[in-house]
């Protein structure tokens, strides 16, 4: 479900993106969103519709360390053969 942005409204004006805040509002909002180490991450969005923009929370938060997979390193490989053709059709 979507977490949207009280006291915080996103307009599109004729020279940028006006935003505007309900100041009491938009604090108690920010007071309680706030993550561990005390940010509050906001997306501004366009609606399906493309007439209109809105702010969301951005809750996503990265997963433990260690719990993602391990990636192996591409191996590089040598070329075999001679890959420097005297006539390999190129004008220089």
Not at 12 to 27: D, L, M, N
Not at 62 to 85: D, E, L, M
Request: a positive charge.
């Amino acid at each position: 479900m979507a977490d949207f942005v009280k006291g915080m409204f996103v307009k599109q004006g004729k020279y940028g993106t006006k935003v505007s805040f309900k100041a009491a509002e938009f604090i108690e909002e920010l007071n309680s969103k706030k993550n561990k180490d005390g940010f509050v991450n906001i997306e501004i969005k366009t609606s399906k519709s493309g007439d209109k923009l809105y702010a969301q929370f951005d809750t996503w938060e990265p997963s433990a360390k260690g719990t993602a997979p391990a990636q192996s390193k591409p191996q590089a490989t040598k070329p075999k053969g001679n890959v420097y053709k005297e006539d390999d059709g190129l004008p220089f």
